[in-house]
């Protein structure tokens, strides 16, 4: 694929839903990162996977938060009995290896509204 | 605990005017850096890293930024900034003992104007 594709590209929900949010990252990219982006909080980092290795979950808020990537490629983020403080922009990234490379390529991002 | 810090969250300045962006790091182990920008409505972009080697990094659209080891900064410059520099830009870190992943800073909101 061209970039970094999100799903949906903006999600209303209410409170107590469970959402998921979709990522295809770049053909070939080993590494996934998912963002969360907050008025005046910066990124704030969620997950990370690299190939087969254990992801990095060390920035899940709750453990209402999970995420899984299926064959080293699309990532589904789920977010259960959704809260208002929830409501962010999901930003997810791919870089094509761990190292020297080092770019990361971000997708558009899901707009998530929690009612 | 937080490893990156901008310390200023919007910077205003006129066009044609030298602006600093500073970023400062926490870390006793090596680092990469990174700046990243975030133009309006658009997606984010690496606008430059430092990884190894000469500490005077040069990026896309004129940006440079020196890693100080010493004072663990690694601020963002442009001598002269045009009306289209204006965006949101985001310092970042790695560090190399804890896996791979990327933090971001809160970001630094620059304001060109006329």
């Known amino acids: 694929g061209a970039g970094v594709s999100q799903s949906p590209s903006n999600k209303v929900t209410e409170k107590g839903k469970d959402v998921e949010l979709r990522c295809d990252p770049i053909s070939g990219h080993t590494a996934l990162y998912w963002y969360r982006q907050s008025l005046g909080q910066g990124l704030e980092f969620l997950i990370y996977f690299q190939g087969n290795s254990a992801p990095d979950k060390s920035g899940l808020p709750s453990d209402r938060f999970s995420a899984e990537r299926t064959g080293g490629s699309v990532s589904t983020l789920t977010i259960q009995r959704t809260q208002q403080e929830d409501s962010a922009v999901y930003l997810c990234?791919?870089?094509?290896?761990?190292?020297?490379?080092?770019?990361?390529?971000f997708g558009s991002g899901t707009q998530l509204s929690v009612l | 605990a937080q490893s990156v810090t901008q310390l200023d969250s919007q910077v205003p300045v006129f066009e044609e005017a030298p602006v600093e962006l500073r970023c400062n790091y926490s870390?006793?182990?090596?680092?990469?850096l990174f700046w990243y920008v975030q133009y309006p409505n658009q997606g984010l972009q690496l606008l430059l890293k430092?990884?190894?080697?000469?500490?005077l990094v040069k990026g896309i659209n004129g940006f440079e930024a020196e890693f100080n080891k010493s004072q663990t900064s690694f601020h963002l410059r442009k001598p002269s900034v045009h009306i289209s520099d204006t965006a949101e830009y985001f310092c970042?870190?790695?560090?190399?003992?804890?896996?791979?992943?990327?933090?971001f800073g809160q970001g630094t909101e620059l304001s060109v104007k006329p």
């Open positions: 430092y990884l190894s080697g000469s500490t």
């Open positions: 990234a791919s870089s094509l290896q761990w190292g020297e490379s080092e770019k990361l390529f």
């Open positions: 870390s006793s182990v090596s680092v990469y």
């Open positions: 970042a870190v790695k560090i190399n003992n804890q896996g791979g992943k990327l933090i």
